[in-house]
């Protein structure tokens, strides 16, 4: 295949999105090559994951580096190495710092399981749940230095059915963000 572009997803945790962009690939709904797994956590259920479906891993620990900008170079190499063309961070729990943000500037995208700016940060979903908030939804946006505060370019919601639990809401929106990864990286990446 001919011009396919290559994807380096970073997580840090379930890896499901992962999961979701690696079976749109095989279903040919996204025309891209997964060509790297990046996580933070070694053991990380993402990589087992990874290693299923045959997709080379970088795995650091960031405590073994005195500094962000330390590890993002060392990212940033094993990037090259894959020639990646686009990040897609999927459940990765830290903030992109300057150098990996300048190196691929405009190339970074992230998915947030809630309507943003609404419920920035860690849990999201509980967040709004506890909040009263009726319409939920996902985001999926550039990655700029901020926490979840990159430029929108999509969102999906739906209305909360009265009576549902936190977990019901949480399985609804897993399923809208396993839909809409794939869709809005395949419009991003082949435009
Ligand atoms: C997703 O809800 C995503 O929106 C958020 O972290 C979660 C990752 O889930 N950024 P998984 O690891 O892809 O299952």
């Known amino acids: 295949m001919e011009n396919v572009k290559n994807i380096a997803v970073f997580a840090s945790g379930f890896g499901s999105n992962f999961e979701a962009i690696l079976e749109a ?19 990380c259920f993402a990589v087992q994951r990874a ?15 005195s500094s962000k900008e330390e590890y993002e170079k060392l990212i940033i190499r094993k ?14 729990m830290r903030l992109v710092g300057p150098t990996l943000l300048s190196h691929y500037e405009g190339r970074i995208i992230n998915i947030h399981p809630a309507l943003l700016p609404a419920f920035p940060g ?38 909360k059915n009265e009576n549902e639990s936190v977990d019901e809401v949480e399985t609804r929106i897993h399923q809208l963000e396993h839909e809409w990864y794939p869709k809005v990286l395949q419009q991003i990446i082949n435009n």
Do not use: S
């Open 25 to 43: 690939v095989a279903d040919h709904r996204l025309n891209a090559n997964i060509a790297l797994l990046v996580v933070d956590k070694p053991n």
């Open 51 to 65: 290693k299923n479906h045959h997709v080379p891993v970088f795995a650091f620990n960031p405590k073994d580096f």
């Open 79 to 92: 990037l090259e190495e894959y020639h990646i063309d686009w990040v897609a961070l999927a459940g990765y």
């Open 122 to 159: 860690t849990h999201a979903i509980e967040k709004a749940y506890d909040y009263g908030v009726k319409i939920f939804g996902i985001t999926i946006h550039y990655v700029d230095a901020g926490m979840d505060t990159g430029k929108i370019i999509a969102q999906a919601a739906f209305e």
